[in-house]
């Protein structure tokens, strides 16, 4: 912020923030790690899976909002299997309008599912340790492997309450005095990992919640 906020921000006034900065300490820079070709590669894969995903999720909203707009509703059911079920129940008036969408949706659902077998490939055949994190409930092959890809290399961290503040999963602290504050998770980091993690916790808390109601 030294730097781009400068109200007099010139290629000659970054250097010379740049060289102090330096002269007192490296870590104020922040240096970034660099992740490796075959990470970008595969982690391409995960983020264009997302796409698709949150592409999807738009048209099935835009086919429940035009149905519910027409005083009709769609069937609740998953995003995988919306375009099946959902078709009996469009109104006539409205088939014109929505049977390409849902035509559209179920393309997309297929699309996705194949980027979801390649990444079990790539988990199986070239990150087995994924397998390890794969034995927490909640934790599928998507979310393994976006975290061995993100954190890529453990050696950069000197231990493991490193990897939290990382990807801003630690609560703000605004401490002055006797006031000591905490706010919400900071949010640093990959957002992309961070939400993976986030789903995997949710999922994990409503399983174990499940399994505590069934033994009471």
């Given at each position: 912020r030294?730097v781009?906020?400068?109200?007099?921000k010139?290629d000659?006034?970054d250097?010379?923030?740049?060289?102090?900065?330096?002269?007192?300490?490296v870590s104020?820079?922040s240096?970034?790690?660099?992740?490796?070709?075959?990470?970008?590669?595969h982690?391409?894969v995960?983020?264009s899976?997302d796409?698709l995903?949150?592409?999807?999720?738009?048209l099935?909203?835009?086919?429940?909002g035009?149905?519910?707009?027409f005083g009709?509703r769609?069937?609740n059911?998953?995003?995988?299997?919306f375009?099946?079920?959902?078709?009996?129940?469009?109104?006539?008036?409205?088939?014109?309008?929505?049977?390409?969408?849902l035509?559209?949706?179920?393309?997309?659902?297929d699309h996705?599912?194949?980027?979801?077998?390649?990444?079990?490939?790539?988990?199986?055949?070239?990150?087995?340790?994924?397998?390890?994190l794969?034995q927490?409930?909640g934790?599928?092959?998507?979310?393994?492997?976006?975290?061995?890809?993100t954190?890529e290399?453990?050696?950069r961290?000197s231990t493991?309450r490193?990897?939290?503040?990382c990807?801003?999963l630690?609560?703000?602290r605004d401490?002055?005095?006797?006031d000591?504050?905490q706010?919400?998770?900071t949010?640093?980091g990959?957002?992309?990992?961070?939400r993976?993690?986030i789903?995997?916790?949710d999922?994990t808390?409503t399983?174990?919640?499940?399994?505590?109601?069934k033994?009471?």
């Amino acid at each position: 912020r030294l730097v781009y906020e400068n109200p007099r921000k010139s290629d000659r006034v970054d250097a010379e923030y740049l060289a102090k900065l330096l002269r007192l300490d490296v870590s104020l820079l922040s240096p970034v790690e660099h992740r490796s070709e075959a990470a970008q590669k595969h982690l391409a894969v995960l983020r264009s899976r997302d796409s698709l995903v949150q592409a999807r999720t738009q048209l099935i909203n835009h086919a429940r909002g035009m149905v519910k707009s027409f005083g009709g509703r769609l069937p609740n059911c998953g995003a995988e299997s919306f375009a099946r079920k959902a078709h009996p129940a469009l109104p006539d008036e409205l088939r014109p309008a929505l049977e390409l969408i849902l035509e559209t949706i179920q393309a997309v659902t297929d699309h996705i599912r194949s980027y979801q077998q390649e990444i079990e490939r790539v988990c199986e055949q070239e990150y087995p340790e994924t397998a390890n994190l794969r034995q927490i409930k909640g934790v599928g092959a998507l979310t393994a492997l976006a975290f061995v890809l993100t954190i890529e290399d453990p050696a950069r961290f000197s231990t493991s309450r490193e990897v939290g503040p990382c990807l801003g999963l630690v609560p703000k602290r605004d401490q002055s005095s006797d006031d000591d504050p905490q706010g919400h998770i900071t949010k640093t980091g990959d957002p992309y990992l961070r939400r993976l993690l986030i789903g995997g916790a949710d999922l994990t808390l409503t399983r174990n919640a499940e399994g505590d109601l069934k033994l009471s």
